[in-house]
């Protein structure tokens, strides 16, 4: 079974633009999750779609926002860039999203702001 | 709110040496505890899992514990490898809706000298 891909693997912007990243969960995962993945911060949630809705959202700024497909694949946006933003972002799939539930990651998409 | 606190790397080992990585965490609720390896310019890839007390993880000769005394479950493996080097990371997932999501420790780099 494929795994989570996620495209682009790499992109450079400059401050002020937007970006769209996408994800493909693995066939049949329900839920997919985005994180951000930084020196500074850590591994940080971003947040969480079920079904086309989103279920749950971490503590980041409107300019961060996501959805997802009837096919379960996810994208998620980043408005008016800032430094700061550059990052790896990653997704992950599980089939239920549910605490006891693997959350499976892709490569992620390393996003450089300039 | 939920919280993973992680032993501070770097950790340098020499080949069949034995491992230990402390992981200690905070919760509202019953959490699953997890952890997760990333090797240079990848994703995260699980490693072992415990979805309640006293449960065991194991994989690839890795073992953790979930102890909920000592809300612990600190990982070990008792003769490492060179292809071992990564950064491994604790998280929790815990039960409740919106709780779900995936909560970090800082990360721990294993260097594994021949």
Known sequence: KAGVTQTPRYLIKTRGQQVTLSCSPISGHRSVSWYQQTPGQGLQFLFEYFSETQRNKGNFPGRFSGRQFSNSRSEMNVSTLELGDSALYLCASSVTGESTDTQYFGPGTRLTVL | ?114
């Not at chain 2, 939920?2 to 790397?9: A, C, N």
């Not at chain 2, 909920?68 to 039960?95: I, P």
């Open chain 2, 1 to 114: 709110g939920d919280s993973v606190t992680q032993m501070e790397g770097p950790v340098t080992l020499s080949e069949e040496a034995f491992l230990t990585i402390n992981c200690t965490y905070t919760a509202t609720g019953y959490p699953s505890l997890f952890w997760y390896v990333q090797y240079p310019g990848e994703g995260l890839q699980l490693l072992l899992k415990a979805t309640k007390a006293d449960d065991k993880g194991s994989n690839k000769g890795f073992e953790a514990t979930y102890r909920k005394e000592t809300t612990s479950f600190h990982l070990e493996k008792g003769s490492v490898q060179v292809s071992d080097s990564a950064v491994y990371f604790c998280a929790l997932s815990d039960r409740g809706f919106g709780n779900e999501k995936l909560t970090f420790g800082t990360g721990t780099r294993l260097t594994i000298i021949p």
